[in-house]
């Protein structure tokens, strides 16, 4: 009878608990380092790819339009052939993104380790995405504020503010300037985040399922 209770509560125990809890230490080790080395490989790839020549404005998947009514006016214009302001600016905007890649790839490296094991226990055993996923909420607002400062950098030195201006005037709405400019910084830092995002999903799926994009032991053990 004893036996039998002994039984049925281990039972009861291995059914409550966690797939990741009933794995040996070594197991959730390896997890961990390979979803690690898994997301770290991907962000920097994908920022490495992003942060060529073109790598925004060559690809319409992740070109950064302009924002609200720069955006709109923009639209309005090409259709009369007088939108050469607001494409030069749209242009210089991707360009910027282009040069902040390397300050993201550090700051993507950084947010993966700090990633804890049984985060990444769950994470490794996920979809294809799972871990992109799994970034994007977790650290969207505190790589947004990180990546500001450098794009705020990067779209001065690219002479954007300066087409800004112009652009404005053209358009008549030289009185937003400063609200204007504000508005530029938040949504080009946004867009170069989701462009990255959708490139380290891209990476990701890419390591799960082709055994030739595991280029570490520890991603060969993990993966495959």
């Known amino acids: 009878m004893q036996r039998r209770v002994l039984l049925l509560a281990l039972l009861a125990a291995s059914a409550s608990t966690p797939a990741f809890a009933l794995l040996d230490s070594l197991t959730q080790g390896d997890a961990s380092r390979g979803i690690k080395d898994a997301l770290s490989l991907a962000a920097t790839n994908a920022t490495g790819r ?6 925004f404005w060559g690809a319409p998947r992740v070109r950064i339009p302009l924002p609200g009514m720069l955006g709109t006016a923009q639209q309005n214009l090409q259709r009369l052939g007088l939108s050469q302001p607001l494409d030069d600016l749209q242009r210089s ?9 390397a300050r993201a790839g550090q700051l993507f490296v950084a947010a993966v380790r700090s990633m804890t094991v049984s985060d990444a226990i769950g994470i490794v055993r996920g979809g294809d995405d799972s871990a992109t996923l799994y970034l994007r909420g977790r650290t969207s607002t505190q790589l947004t504020t990180l990546l500001k400062p450098p794009m705020t950098t990067a ?6 503010f300066t087409l800004m201006r112009g652009a404005l005037g053209q358009v008549g709405m030289s009185g937003q300037t400063t609200s204007m400019r504000a508005q530029i910084i938040d949504f080009s830092t946004s867009k170069a985040l989701d462009g990255c ?24 053990r993990v993966f495959g």
Do not use: C, K, W
């Not at 992003?50 to 790598?55: A, E, I, N, W």
């Not at 779209?155 to 954007?160: D, P, Q, V």
């Not at 990476?203 to 570490?216: G, M, N, Q, S, Y």
């Open 93 to 101: 905007l991707n360009h910027a993104a282009e040069t902040t890649m």
């Open 50 to 55: 992003l942060g060529r020549q073109d790598g």
């Open 155 to 160: 779209l001065t030195h690219s002479g954007a």
């Open 197 to 220: 995002f959708a490139y380290i999903s891209d990476e990701e799926r890419a390591i799960r399922r082709d055994p030739v994009r595991r280029t570490t032991d520890i991603l060969r």
